[in-house]
């Protein structure tokens, strides 16, 4: 289970979370759906360690770890441009936190196999498509056997048409591991596509929701509200 | 006709008088007695060698020190200390070399750590390294720092995600990815390092056969009035930085190609 509680945090005057506050549980999906610069990126660095919230907690499993350093949260992330490292090959992208004693050699052929990858382990990151770069990024993050996932737009790069190819393969992938997952996107559709659960960003708080139809209408709203 | 700019018939002349001709007044005043004194003094080959050792470890020293300040760049960026060696990179831009090697020479020249002798490192080969890095540094450091910045910080992010403390992360991905940088920041400070004399002549002195380097050999001869010594030594020199600056750009174009058919 991962949990926030009452997370808070501004930048100078800016106060961009205002009490966050959710719950995901092993083998749930939960799609965060928001407008740009609600803040979504915000939480998942806080979650993931890159900053530090203002107040409020994180718990995985029972575990308070708002004071650890990312490199001990065993938290999987894959960012929005797929982050993958430009000067190794995807073999030792994905291999990447073998050498800090994280996953296993039987976790690496294991992702490999099930995003399709095997062609295109030699490869640099530069020389694969959208698609392959966010698989990548996706089977380095899982191989490295985290206790959670965290994924910010991580297919904003893919074209549509090989979205609908993606997001299904990363549905039964993350879904195969029974983890938490939570999977940050401002697309509706998508959300749809990959979610088990919804929750929406709207000044501040997060608010769990039933369908991304509904998140979508109340985006939908809010865009037209501030003038977009 | 075509008008012609005002920049053409500026620079074109000027730049012929002022940086071509000198050039060329040195290598046409190369005399083969000039060269036989030149090669055949054993001080001279001295230079050479101490010019060329310690310009290599000034600059090494300077890619290592370049490399600390990338760190702190990278990981401590509102710190005092990252604060203070960034303003103290652009000090030396201004300072008269001379005052740097005077600065030296009061910091490093008398009895200290009880290892030295009364003038401390003063006069010394280390001294002359010192001297060299004291102003070659801040152009490695900014030459790394500056490519440091164009480094996705996602990048460091998603290693730490995976592990990785802040110096296995700088390890494993910074240092691999500013590997051109530091290439570039090393040859610079060579280069800068080989041109010294004011702060090295200060704080290593000139003392022939032990601290004295190319440039420092040049001034002397002038001084005794061996002009044909002095003018063989500066042709040398001027070879050695074209050498330099071909290396570079060669490098330059190399990396650029294998970057285009990767
Ligand atoms: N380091 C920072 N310093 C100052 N302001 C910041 C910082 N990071 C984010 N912000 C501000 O916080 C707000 C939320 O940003 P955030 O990136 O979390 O939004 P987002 O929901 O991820 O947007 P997007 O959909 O565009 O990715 C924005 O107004 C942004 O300008
Ligand atoms: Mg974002």
């Known amino acids: 289970m991962l949990e926030a509680r009452e997370l808070h945090k501004s930048f100078d005057d800016r106060h961009v979370l205002k009490g966050v506050t959710f719950g995901v549980g092993p083998g749930e999906i939960r799609v965060l759906i928001g407008l740009n610069g609600c803040g979504k990126t915000t939480l998942q660095r806080i979650i993931t360690g890159i900053?530090?919230?203002d107040s409020g907690s994180i718990r995985i499993g029972g575990e308070e770890i708002t004071a650890l350093p990312p490199e001990e949260r065993q938290l999987g992330y894959v960012p929005q441009n797929t982050g993958l490292f430009p000067h190794l090959s995807v073999r030792e992208n994905i291999l990447y936190s073998l050498k800090n004693g994280r996953g296993s050699v039987e976790s690496f052929h294991g992702m490999v196999e099930l995003l399709g990858l095997e062609t295109y382990l030699d490869l640099k990151p530069k020389q694969l498509s959208g698609g392959y770069r966010s698989r990548v990024s996706l089977a380095r993050a899982l191989a490295s056997s985290p206790r959670a996932m965290l994924l910010d737009e991580p297919i904003t790069e893919v074209d549509r048409a090989k979205k609908e190819f993606v997001l299904p393969l990363f549905r039964e992938t993350l879904l195969g591991l029974k983890i938490p997952v939570l999977y940050i996107t401002h697309d509706p559709w998508e959300a749809g596509e990959i979610g088990t659960s919804f929750s929406i960003m709207k000044g501040g708080v997060m608010s769990p929701i039933s369908s991304p139809e509904e998140a979508f209408a109340v985006i939908r709203q809010e865009a037209r509200d501030s003038g977009e | 006709m075509r008008k012609v700019s005002i920049w053409e018939v500026l620079f074109v002349p000027l730049f012929f008088l002022l940086i071509f001709y000198p050039i060329l007044a040195i290598l046409g005043n190369v005399t083969l007695d000039g060269m036989a004194k030149t090669f055949g003094d054993p001080v001279f080959w001295d230079a050479v060698k101490n010019t060329l050792?310690?310009?290599?470890?000034?600059?090494l020293l300077g890619v290592l020190m370049a490399l600390g300040f990338a760190y702190f760049y990278i990981f401590h960026p509102g710190t005092v200390i990252y604060r203070i060696a960034d303003f103290m990179n652009d000090l030396p831009i201004a300072l008269p070399h001379t005052v740097a090697g005077l600065a030296l020479l009061l910091a490093f020249g008398r009895n200290m750590f009880g290892f030295a002798g009364p003038t401390g490192l003063a006069f010394t080969l280390v001294a002359v390294i010192l001297a060299m890095f004291f102003v070659s540094y801040p152009l490695a450091a900014r030459t790394i720092a500056s490519s440091a910045e164009e480094i996705d910080r996602e990048l460091i992010n998603v290693a730490r995600s995976l592990g990785d403390s802040p110096p296995r992360a700088y390890r494993r991905i910074v240092i691999p990815l500013l590997g051109e940088a530091i290439f570039?920041?090393?040859?610079?400070?060579?280069?800068?390092?080989?041109?010294?004399f004011a702060a090295v002549i200060m704080f290593?002195?000139?003392v022939p056969g032990m601290t004295m380097v190319l440039a420092s050999y040049v001034f002397t001869k002038v001084e005794e009035g061996e002009v044909s010594m002095a003018v063989t030594a500066s042709a040398f020199c001027i070879l050695l930085s074209l050498l330099l600056v071909l290396f570079l750009r060669l490098e330059v174009k190399f990396r650029a190609r294998s970057k285009r058919t990767a």
């Open chain 1, 51 to 53: 900053l530090e919230p």
């Open chain 2, 53 to 59: 050792g310690t310009a290599f470890c000034a600059a």
């Open chain 2, 184 to 196: 570039s920041a090393f040859v610079l400070g060579f280069s800068r390092s080989l041109s010294e």
């Open chain 2, 204 to 206: 290593g002195g000139n």
